[in-house]
């Protein structure tokens, strides 16, 4: 596992903070790794989802820092959405 997805559970798992989530979202980051979210918490794999989201590195950390606004990189098509709509509109305002 490498440092970005290391970086991503660990910003991951301090914004969901001991907030329940149902069902199962993947964060895809190109070239780096896939980080899953389920209802057990945040964790490198590379797992089925419900959700699949996508993106570069550098929109992955400014959608975990803050800077970037999920449903905005979504709509510039900087990040996209596999399956479950619904699911990713929610991760996202959990992200918020």
């Known amino acids: 596992m490498n440092d970005i997805v290391n970086q991503a559970v660990t910003a991951l798992t ?11 979202a993947k964060f ?3 070239g780096e790794g896939s980080v899953i979210i389920d209802a057990d918490g945040v964790r490198a ?3 089925p989802a419900d959700v699949t989201l ?6 992955f950390q400014g959608i975990l820092s803050g800077d970037t606004n999920p449903t905005s ?3 510039t098509g900087k990040l996209s959405v596999d399956g479950d709509m619904g699911l990713a509109m929610k991760l996202a305002s959990v992200l918020a």
């Not at 996508?54 to 929109?59: F, R």
């Open 14 to 24: 301090e914004k969901l903070a001991g907030q329940g989530f149902d069902g199962t």
């Open 28 to 30: 895809e980051i190109q």
């Open 45 to 47: 794999s590379d797992d």
């Open 54 to 59: 996508s993106a570069d590195v550098d929109t």
């Open 73 to 75: 990189a979504f709509m």
